[in-house]
């Protein structure tokens, strides 16, 4: 466990430590604890020295683990959807490091299974809609094909096509928000194994 994750249990879910770990961590000044003290639950001795920043990290450390070794269940990790690291608090909406929003609902999922550009028209991503429901006012989250945006949705429309000689159908989301260079990585990598988000603000 590092560091970050031991400050986010003590500080989140400070109700499952016990009171002599808040006595420990909360009057630190007053007295201090070796490692294997606080395991052990034994006050010791006081000393008079301030203990060090390191020490209290070793303090913090051990009892973030034994939090999470006794109640698992009951802490909740905030991760990043995007990067998979740890948001600043168990409420956050936004990731720190890599700034992805998640504060957003999701209304539906869709695979999107290639892209259509027609001249004068506007260009599609075709696929299926696995669950939920879409319309004009949803936004797609691309991160998960690769774009690390929000675009919008301009229109939808039944797409056909053939397809091993056979004339199949599928959803097309037209979009205006994507770049030429957005576009042809799309091109070049569909079809995407993960579904896009539908979200709503």
């Avoid at 970050?4 to 249990?9: G, L, N, P, Q, S």
């Avoid at 450390?61 to 740890?86: D, H, M, Q, W």
């Amino acid at each position: 466990m590092d560091k970050e994750t031991a400050r986010y249990i003590i500080a989140y879910f400070s109700e499952l430590m016990t009171d002599h770990e808040k006595l420990i961590l909360t009057y630190r000044m007053y007295s201090f604890m070796s490692f294997s003290d606080i395991q052990t639950g034994d006050l010791g001795e006081l000393k008079s020295d301030e203990p060090s920043e390191y020490d209290h990290e070793k303090i913090r450390l051990n009892v973030a683990t034994r939090i999470i070794s006794e109640y698992p269940e009951k802490v909740f990790f905030n991760n990043c959807p995007k990067c998979g690291k740890l948001a600043r608090t168990p409420k956050a909406k936004q990731c720190r490091y890599c700034k992805y929003r998640w504060d957003y609902v999701v209304t539906a999922q869709f695979k999107l299974d290639f892209v259509l550009e027609i001249t004068n028209r506007p260009f599609f991503l075709i696929g299926q809609i696995i669950n939920g429901e879409i319309n004009q006012s949803h936004l797609i989250d691309m991160t998960n094909v690769g774009i690390d945006k929000l675009v919008k949705i301009d229109s939808i429309e039944f797409a056909y096509y053939h397809q091993n000689e056979q004339i199949s159908g599928s959803i097309g989301l037209a979009t205006s928000g994507l770049t030429e260079e957005e576009k042809q990585y799309l091109k070049d990598k569909s079809p995407f194994r993960k579904p896009v988000n539908i979200i709503s603000k």
